[in-house]
T-cell receptor
Framework: GAVVSQHPSRVICKSGTSVKIECRSL??????MFWYRQFPKQSLMLMAT?????????EQGVEKDKFLINHASLTLSTLTVTSAHPEDSSFYIC??????????FGPGTRLLVL | AQKITQTQPGMFVQEKEAVTLDCTYD???????LFWYKQPSSGEMIFLIY??????QNATEGRYSLNFQKARKSANLVISASQLGDSAMYFC?????????????FGTGTKLQVIP
């Protein structure tokens, strides 16, 4: 199947700093990428849909100024958690949409904000 | 209303037996897709199987098959000949058009434990 990478896999940062997470589709072009957040023992919650060349579409309740999404190319989307706080600690996972086929997920990024 | 419902928070199955994980969905979009993913303790989401709303036949991928009953809006996952490595969380998901863009919703998941 298609491969999606995420970097970094784990990050620990101090409260108030910003963290950037990259999501890359390695062997296909993804016009749409999705960003999810998953708390322990819970399901994935869609945060936003990232479309190449246009603004991301955020789900209700997700602060667009806090979670900045940039879909710079057909193979790269970035999520920046700005001014991170301990409550932002979570597992962030991206997926890339292959047109007409399934979504493929990245391995996820575990963020811990101290 | 829940878009995706998985009513089994946990399931046990004997090794080498078959197991069915339930999933029901709700959508008004005539064109949608249904997915099953496996999430082991490592956290990665592993794609298992996909069923399109217009697909006439039930999807199969190796030991995985999807029992698609469109009228009932159910998309149960059947795992045949369970293996110890199948122990994991299993999520059902649906992709549909929402407000002009594609949206994917996940169920709450089923934790499957395979017993030796």
């Amino acid at each position: 199947g298609a491969v999606v990478s995420q970097h970094p896999s784990r990050v620990i940062c101090k409260s108030g700093t910003s963290v950037k997470i990259e999501c890359r589709s390695l062997d296909f072009q993804a016009t749409t990428m999705f960003w999810y957040r998953q708390f322990p023992k819970q399901s994935l919650m869609l945060m936003a849909t990232s479309n190449e060349g246009s603004k991301a579409t955020y789900e209700q309740g997700v602060e667009k100024d806090k979670f900045l999404i940039n879909h710079a190319s057909l193979t790269l989307s970035t999520l920046t958690v700005t001014s991170a706080h301990p409550e932002d600690s979570s597992f962030y996972i991206c997926s890339a949409d292959q047109i007409g086929e399934t979504q493929y997920f990245g391995p996820g990024t575990r963020l811990l904000v101290l | 209303a829940q878009k995706i419902t998985q009513t089994q928070p946990g399931m046990f199955v004997q090794e080498k037996e078959a197991v069915t994980l339930d999933c029901t969905y709700d959508t008004s979009d005539p064109s949608y897709g249904l997915f099953w993913y496996k999430q082991p303790s490592s956290g990665e989401m592993i794609f298992l199987i996909y069923q399109g709303s217009y697909d006439q036949q039930n999807a199969t991928e190796g030991r995985y098959s999807l029992n698609f009953q469109k009228a009932r809006k159910s998309a149960n996952l059947v795992i045949s000949a369970s293996q110890l490595g199948d122990s994991a969380m299993y999520f059902c998901a649906m992709r549909e058009n929402s407000g002009g863009y594609q949206k994917v919703t996940f169920g709450t998941g089923t934790k499957l434990q395979v017993i030796p």
